[in-house]
């Protein structure tokens, strides 16, 4: 089982700045793939907007949705089992809510494991 935790989210302004966390945690942690961050609105489908490959000779591959590249920044520390999500130039279309997500291996299925969201608000 993998479990991810996020926290980071609050109420910014157009242009500001804001880094959201998750922990990840579980027995198995070693097989994950890769962790990302989504985000959804009220009435939309849950969206990537970042993601992060562990392992493999894709390691540390980076992607990233296209409205918010050159804004937000994935990284992934090791040492801390964290992955973080760095947003700056915040805009209002970035409010939602973010969702923390590990993607990993479970027997010989990809399993994911999601946070329970934390909300960020970008006021007009």
């Known amino acids: 089982q993998v479990q991810v935790v996020e926290s980071g989210g609050g109420v910014k302004w157009p242009g500001d700045s804001l880094t959201l966390s998750c922990e990840y945690s579980?027995?198995?942690?070693?097989?994950?793939?890769?962790l990302g961050w989504f985000r959804q609105v009220p009435g939309k489908q849950r969206e990537l907007v970042a993601t992060?490959?562990?392992?493999?000779?894709?390691?540390?591959?980076?992607d990233y949705a296209e409205d918010v590249k050159g804004r937000f920044t994935i990284s992934r520390d090791r040492a801390k089992n964290e992955v973080k999500l760095q947003m700056n130039g915040l805009k209002p279309g970035d409010t939602a809510v973010y969702y923390c997500?590990?993607?990993?291996?479970?027997?010989?299925?990809?399993?994911?494991?999601w946070g329970q969201g934390t909300q960020v608000t970008v006021l007009p």
């Open positions: 997500n590990a993607k990993w291996r479970g027997g010989a299925s990809i399993r994911n494991s």
């Open positions: 579980g027995r198995n942690i070693f097989t994950i793939k890769s």
């Open positions: 992060v490959t562990t392992g493999g000779t894709s390691d540390g591959a980076t």
